[in-house]
């Protein structure tokens, strides 16, 4: 506990072993994937890129995790860990995430600043607890379609409020509603006790 606590003082990370131990294995989990570990194999990690965007003039930048060196189609590869790497579970959380949106945004900084406009997005999706499963994932088009809608729709938004100088917020009293599970949990748990009291 000293040597963590002296490490925080002096702005170091503090990683425990067993932490190390687990991302070691997750490690070699990815590689022993037949696909996953072909896509890691060889490339470029962490690519750093900056355009700027042609309808509003707002300087962009993209950092993918991965871009493997292939003979075939160009592809730009991210890598995340979930709860679980299944892949209908795993499509709630790139809804939530916006990883539509984090693709078509790689896919066109890739076209942007390389020229390469065929590239394919895939995702490596990891199970954080043993066997640390491993899934390759890609989106359908009308879903990198949706992304960059929304993408398009944030850079617009952006360039206006650095313009006006005005930033959307949450005006007046905004009232909020129970997700429908926790009112079924809470009307559940109550009809429970008026059949017990």
């Known amino acids: 506990r000293e040597k963590r606590d002296r490490a925080w003082d002096q702005g170091q990370a503090v990683v425990l072993s067993g932490q190390i131990d687990a991302a070691q294995r997750m490690a070699g989990k990815v590689y022993e994937h037949p696909l996953a570990g072909?896509?890691?194999?060889?490339?470029?990690?962490?690519?750093?890129?900056?355009?700027t965007d042609q309808e509003t003039g707002v300087r962009l930048r993209f950092r993918p995790d991965f871009v493997p060196a292939t003979r075939g189609r160009p592809l730009v590869v991210d890598y995340k860990t979930?709860?679980?790497?299944?892949?209908?579970a795993f499509a709630k959380r790139a809804a939530e995430y916006g990883y539509h949106q984090q693709a078509d945004w790689y896919l066109e900084g890739l076209a942007a600043t390389t020229g390469i406009v065929d590239a394919a997005f895939v995702l490596v999706v990891q199970s954080k607890t043993p066997p640390y499963a491993v899934a390759v994932c890609q989106f359908e088009q009308e879903d990198l379609a949706r992304g960059?809608?929304?993408?398009?729709?944030a850079i617009r938004l952006y360039a206006q409020c650095r313009e006006s100088g005005r930033w959307p917020g949450y005006e007046g009293i905004n009232v909020l509603s129970l997700p429908g599970?926790?009112?079924?949990?809470?009307?559940e748990e109550t009809q429970l006790e008026g059949l017990n009291g």
């Open 181 to 187: 599970w926790a009112r079924r949990d809470i009307d």
């Open 38 to 51: 072909a896509l890691l194999a060889q490339g470029q990690a962490e690519l750093s890129g900056w355009w």
């Open 82 to 88: 979930s709860t679980s790497a299944n892949p209908k």
């Open 148 to 153: 960059a809608s929304q993408n398009r729709r």
